[in-house]
């Protein structure tokens, strides 16, 4: 069963026309952000998103929480479509800088309050500080920092908090908008095993956004791979490490340095710039990057299904052999 | 902290006036017209004989009650505007904003010649010219604050939370924008004050015998010469409550900042 399934959904930001641009009628360039993906969302699961920066993953997380509506193709959640922020609150979102995730005017606690007046009307006015305080002793926070300002916090702490705040609608999706880049690695280990145990413990489906390949290794059931917009592999993810299909994908887990493998090993780093994602690239629009690109590569690419239940967007793909 | 020592030192004398200087501000004394500051007339006497010390003190009462009102007043306008416009965006955002860049681009002492030239010169008249045009400083400062805050993710977290627009706006934004509104409010008032003894000067605002500090001194002006006391301890007076409201400005900008 699916709990959110994304249905082509394309999103373009049109950038302001200069005068020049007007008198010489030239078109409005837009910039693609993401372009026709479609995604599932199993119950339960933790799908990984994975792509350098600038290929659309944040787009496509503010896409899936209803922060903004596709120009094409539709988001359904639960069965329905959704237009805007879901009314209940089910799904809910954990961004990526915890310093301004929080209201520096607001303490902890009256940030906390407020959700819980919002979501738990049954909850009295006397008993709010005892639930919000029981959100914090969820994510592992001490009572004690109800009372404290943001600023008085840690990064690691403010992500616990903003996720504390995420948890108290009950939500069936926790969209995660690369929650761990702007933490230390120890601190990193902590929030993951966080977003391990909601997902364990409360069958939270979760999209976690990241370009750390070893991050998604250890989190994610599944995995997309975006490029410039796109989605160029989709397979489970012991598959994807296994046997990455796409040139890029393979790129991707190349770049991670390995520590357990001894003496020199092939390491196919990725050359080359993210192209201009204003451009309209017709075929593959890796082909400019990949090793193995050849004349049929500008050819329009299709996202296909190979065995298994993984899918990608290469002609050339087959099972790595390695 | 020495702004408000200066406002409170200001209080105190206009509270204080009838122990200190216990001389009708209105009441006319032709024996001691005209006399230099001594010990029974701290500031000396008009040409009229009033006391000039109880007409100062009696002149804030006016001054600053006009001041206050016309910049709090319309502070309230200016970031209600200012927040919607930035908030919603879109069409109502061009709509108000319009609206101001209008009333902006309005030379104020035109508009208040206006108005006092249809209804007359008088102090209501001045509350009307005021409100008419100081929100929009505040309009434009909150618009473009809340511009900024609006895309910080604590708004779209609200968002996600769907939590109302008014609370977003009120709980959220509001306290994030509003400290360079209050810290502008501080000088607008020392240019209200200037403003307000400007068009009484002019005869355009308060009326005599009102003791507005702009009358006294334009009242005063034919003795320049043979009483300068008439016309400096007004003029002081405006330049004390300017640097007071300076310095209390300032110290708000440093406490209100955000601490992290």
Known sequence: MSVMVL????????????????????????????????????????????????????????????????????????????????????????FQDPYSSLNPRMTIGAQLDEVVARYRPDVGRRERTAESRRLLDQVGMPPDAALKYPHALSGGQRQRVSIARALCPQPQVLVADEPVSALDASVQAQIINLFQRLS??????????????????????????????????????????????????????????????????????????????????????????????????????????????????????????? | ?????????????????????????????????????????????????????????????????????????????????????????????????RITDIVWAFPFYVLVLAIVGVLGPSESNLYIAFFLVNWIGYARIVRGETLVVGRLEYIEAARVLRFSDGRVMGRHILPNTVTPALVYSMSDVVLTVQAVAALSFFGLGVQPPAPEWGLLIVESIDYLREAPWMTIFPGLAIAWVGVAFSLVGEGLAATLKPKG
């Not at chain 1, 780093?269 to 204003?278: K, Q, T």
């Not at chain 2, 006036?17 to 500051?37: E, K, R």
């Open chain 1, 7 to 94: 249905d082509a959904v394309s999103r373009r930001f049109p950038v302001r026309r200069g005068l020049l641009d007007m008198i010489m009628r030239r078109p409005a360039p837009a910039l693609q952000a993401v372009r026709n993906v479609s995604l599932a969302l199993r119950e339960g699961e933790t799908l990984g998103i994975v792509g350098e920066s600038g290929c659309g993953k944040s787009t496509l997380a503010r896409l899936a929480v209803g922060l903004q509506t596709p120009d094409e193709g539709s988001v359904a959640f639960g069965g329905k479509l959704m237009t805007g922020p879901d009314p209940d609150g089910r799904v809910q979102m954990v």
């Open chain 1, 200 to 322: 364990a413990e409360r069958g939270i489906a979760i999209i976690f956004i990241s370009h750390d390949m070893q991050v998604i290794r250890h989190l994610c059931d599944r995995v997309a791979v975006m490029y410039l917009g796109e989605v160029v592999e989709l397979q489970a993810k012991a598959e994807l490490f296994e046997r990455p299909l796409h040139p890029y994908t393979r790129g991707l887990i190349d770049a991670v340095p390995d520590v357990t493998r001894r003496g020199r090993r092939s390491r196919k780093a990725l050359s080359g710039e993210i192209p201009d994602p204003f451009s309209t690239i017709e075929g593959c629009r890796f082909s400019g990057r990949c090793p193995m690109a050849e004349a049929a590569c500008s050819r329009q690419q299709t996202l296909r299904v190979i065995d298994g239940g993984g899918a990608v967007r290469c002609w050339k793909a087959t099972p790595d052999p390695r």
């Open chain 2, 1 to 97: 902290m020495i702004g408000c020592l200066m406002l409170l030192v200001l209080v105190a004398g206009v509270v204080l006036t009838p122990v200190l200087s216990p001389h009708d501000p209105f009441a006319l004394d032709f024996a001691s017209a005209v006399q230099p500051p001594s010990l029974t007339h701290w500031f000396g006497t008009d040409n009229f004989g009033r006391d000039i010390f109880a007409r100062v003190m009696a002149g804030a009462v006016y001054d600053l009650r006009l001041a206050l009102v016309c910049v709090f007043g319309p502070m309230m306008v200016g970031i209600g505007v200012g927040l919607v416009a930035g908030y919603y965006g879109g069409t109502i955002d061009r709509f108000l904003m």
